[in-house]
């Protein structure tokens, strides 16, 4: 079922033609500055407000390049993909601008907001239990029955390209605004952004160093760049970061990052709630809990801002109402 | 105690020479666009989100214009200003990046976030009752006690010219990404942000029509443009939108306005709060009520948006989070 062109390595040059693809389709994101929290840090802080993206997540930039070169053959039997809501989410909108139906599968305790948007973008959503099904068995039965294709949420050449383009354009976006980035901070689930935009700092910014950024327990990544090989997390308790939940690093996308990021970081649920918390204060943008870990990351030291230039991904926004009325009461 | 400069109506240059002076210190905003929102009314709908200005709100913009052109010998003394909140934080903030000592004079019961934000930036804070005292009295006390200088919220021609640079970046970014504005909204508290737009955009864009939006009950501009005459609110019940509730228009803004403006709308509290939680959700913004009455009136329905490319101001976005949380749970 898988074409071998999905497991080639991307490159920069893939990057640059899913940008060229995405270009009216995808919100060209701004890259912002807070001068306050400039001055709080004692550096210069460019965000990337990808909760400003279409579906609220850089995750329609990989999907949107996926689906859009689906052969004409293959788009009526549809797509597939699983994902706990942003993939979802991404997958849903871009196959309706394209007029390909799609399936997903989510898990069953998705935050609500997810699974609605997911539903208004005209997608089928099947929920399994996360405790007793294996979503890649759910969405592999459907891509038999259907023959329809399965859109990966991270370990495919050309999602990776296409969520590049977001840190092609934080790299284009810098110089434009004559700075010289000293890092790039990434939240991580899989590794398919990070590994995009990896691809395109290490062409146009040589000198940036790149960080992931996880939860605390799911640093998968950060373990399998320190072991120089993919290791798994170990079983413990959840995090609030619906999003980062990948049990380990993807095969594409570690082989990408294992030589083109610096290391990982990782920080902790209080962190990443105060993190939501000061983004709603200061920044006046919403975040979800996986979208907030670079800024946890920035906000409590984890990596030195002072003197610095850095920039990092807001990468998400879809938080229930109530979670995110908990979390900024404090 | 006015210097009579204030009193001089102001001109485009004069918003030319503002955005010369806020360059490198106020935030250039982006314009941002949503294509699901553009979906959903028929029409093109770009968003100035001065919410991401520095202090929350587009009143620095004014605040820094006049308090930066202060003479030598008037800034040990200081300034003085009174605010129910937006206006006190951008006088509050402009205040301390010129090494100005301000005292602010707020109303007891101004939402908390406005109160703490203006003396996290250095201010005095002065609270009065809104109900026992008239705030131009403490203020001008103030005044004649210590020869500070009055920075009013809006009858001020360099204020003015200030909020205009919020329009003058409106117009060149949407000609910019190439598209002619039908029409502009604005959220309208006492005008100073309508007015220096409306310099802006006439010049700049000027077969574009610029509409008010107040809170019902409070649409003393709305009322004063169809009376062409400025005409007080009548005594009712309160409103959400703290930041909108000046109870006539100002005389040099209304003299700016009544020849520029096209007319007002008015939405009620219900059509705010859902334009919250609806930037909430799908924007990912944080507005508070009297920065979100623009977008109200869109999703509203109140402007026809089908076929046009319309801009509007989110104009501020200082909240509290209780009173946030209670907004989007609904």
């Excluded at 840190?167 to 284009?172: D, F, P």
């Excluded at 975040?287 to 990468?315: M, Y």
Aim: one cysteine or more; a neutral charge; glycine letters at 10%.
């Amino acid at each position: 079922m898988v074409e071998p062109a999905q497991h080639r390595k991307p490159t920069f040059a893939d990057v640059e033609a899913a940008a060229a693809r995405l270009a009216g389709w995808a919100v060209v994101t701004p890259l912002l500055e807070f001068p306050a929290l400039n001055e709080q840090v004692g550096g210069r802080v460019l965000i990337k407000p990808e909760v400003l993206q279409r579906t609220g997540s850089f995750k329609f930039r990989g999907a949107y390049n996926k689906i859009s070169q689906l052969p004409e053959a293959k788009r009526p039997a549809g797509v597939v993909a699983y994902s706990s809501g942003n993939h979802a989410q991404g997958v849903a909108a871009a196959a309706r601008l394209l007029d390909v139906p799609a399936t997903i599968v989510m898990p069953a305790d998705a935050p609500a907001i997810k699974i609605e948007n997911t539903r208004s973008y005209g997608a089928e959503v099947l929920l399994y239990d996360r405790y007793r099904e294996a979503r890649e068995e759910v969405a592999a039965g459907l891509v038999a029955q259907r023959g329809a294709t399965l859109v990966r949420p991270y370990d495919d050449s050309d999602i990776i390209a296409g969520q590049g383009t977001c840190g092609l354009e934080i790299a284009r976006q810098a110089a434009a605004l004559g700075r010289r980035l000293d890092a790039l901070l990434v939240c991580c689930g899989g590794g398919g952004l990070t590994a995009g935009s990896a691809l395109a700092l290490t062409e146009l910014s040589p000198g940036t160093t790149i960080h992931t950024v996880e939860p605390e327990g799911f640093d998968d990544t950060a373990r399998s760049l320190a072991a120089g090989r993919r290791v798994a997390n170990d079983p413990g308790p959840p995090s609030v970061c619906d999003a980062l939940l990948a049990p380990t690093p993807g095969e594409l996308t570690f082989t990408i990052n294992r030589g083109l990021v610096t290391g990982g970081l990782a920080v902790t649920d209080e962190e990443t709630r105060a993190a939501m918390t000061y983004a709603f204060r200061n920044l006046k943008l919403v975040v979800e809990p996986g979208g907030a870990v670079a800024l946890a990351a920035v906000l409590s030291g984890k990596i030195e801002a002072r003197g610095k230039t850095l920039a990092l991904t807001l990468s998400g926004g879809n938080v229930d109402p109530q979670f995110f009325a908990t979390v900024i009461a404090g």
